[in-house]
């Protein structure tokens, strides 16, 4: 069964760029035809994508969000990580990472972790 879990800072301040891990177990992040997720829920407002690392270790991002964002993954410890530029208060949200596996849809997520931008 896979699991994931995210790790983050927890506070960031307006301007730095805040990065987030999440460490996948039971699976390797390269099986084929697994896309791994970031999604955030800011207060009070809906799920927004982010965007994804596919299995081939291409990444695609929201429109919106893809000149500060940026995917990447560390195979070696199982890992993907977020990377934010320039962050706002705007920013404030619950950060989930999420596996869209074979069969379609977002089928296992991570616990999510809080992250608050503020001075």
């Known amino acids: 069964q896979v699991e994931l879990q995210e790790s983050g800072p927890g506070l960031v301040k307006p301007s730095q760029t805040l990065s987030l891990t999440c460490t996948v177990s039971g699976e390797s992040i390269e099986t084929n035809y697994n896309y791994w997720n970031w999604i955030r829920q800011p207060p009070g407002k809906g799920l927004e994508w982010i965007g994804f690392?596919?299995?081939?270790?291409?990444?695609y991002y929201s429109p919106t969000l893809k000149s500060r964002t940026s995917i990447s993954w560390d195979t070696s410890k199982n890992q993907f990580t977020l990377e934010l530029e320039s962050v706002t208060p705007a920013d404030t949200a619950v950060y989930y990472c999420?596996?869209?596996?074979?069969?379609?849809?977002?089928?296992?997520w991570g616990q999510g972790t809080v992250i608050t931008v503020s001075s």
């Open positions: 999420a596996r869209e596996g074979s069969a379609g849809g977002l089928d296992a």
């Open positions: 690392i596919a299995y081939s270790g291409s990444a």
